[in-house]
């Protein structure tokens, strides 16, 4: 029996998710890039009718990092994370023995509440036999926590309702946070494409002053293209649903600096506008 079988007989998925499949660095560089997950493999659960998680994470994905997908059945709000769909989808990412699972999908948070949010994320991690699941809501919490923001602007698609984009402003304000904008991208719209361009100018002309970083929420929104720019004219962090997922997931590998054109947050540089401690 061939190595590589041989332990995807004998070890357990919980076992191999700490020990990613590897290869010597000299056999690993010899050949052109081919998906290969050499580093790591991160498992992405998405919502059967969205490209963009997916495609964003491949998009920034540093090479010797695989991205996996399971989707689950068009639900919305808080039915996304219920089971028996979102169960039966880690269940298909857990044979994968991907190191880590990333919801692509922030509004089930906002309706749940970070209370409810935090007892999801561990109930989906017993389900994955403790394989880490990283939610976009409380990661970026987390990011912007470490890096001393205190105001915060959100910024929502444009399909977003109402309802939800309140929830959102109900959500960071009970993490300790003071939103001084929650807004959706204008026009309003059903689910589209949103280019780069037009979150750049959007987000440029409205954000308020007092704000010291943006999370752009919502993982259908396409937007990880616009952040360097935006950080470049707005001089202040700017987090995305998608790019922040990736970036608690590479940081659990140590990989997390090996990320360029996707925002500060992947190398720690100091940007103004926020607090004294970024």
Known sequence: MRRREFLAATVSPAAASIA???????QADRWPADGFGAV???GVLTPDFDPVPESELWAMAPRGVSIHTARVGAKSGAAFVEAP?????VDHLVRLRPRAILLGYTSSSYALGADADARVRARLEDRARGIRMIFPSLAASAALGELGVQRVSLVHPPWWTETANDQARAYWSAAGFEVVQCVRMQP???????????????????LPREAQAVFIGGNG???VGAIKALEA??????????????YDALRLVGQADRIANYGSIFSGRKRTGASDRI
């Open 221 to 223: 929104m396409r937007a």
């Open 20 to 26: 990613s499949p590897m290869l010597p660095t000299t």
């Open 85 to 89: 769909a979102i169960d039966e989808a």
């Open 233 to 246: 004219r707005l001089r202040k962090p700017v987090i995305s649903a998608n790019q922040i997922v990736l």
């Open 40 to 42: 790591a493999r991160f």
């Open 188 to 206: 309003l719209r059903d689910f589209t494409e949103v280019a780069p361009s037009e979150v750049v100018d959007f987000i440029s002309a409205r």
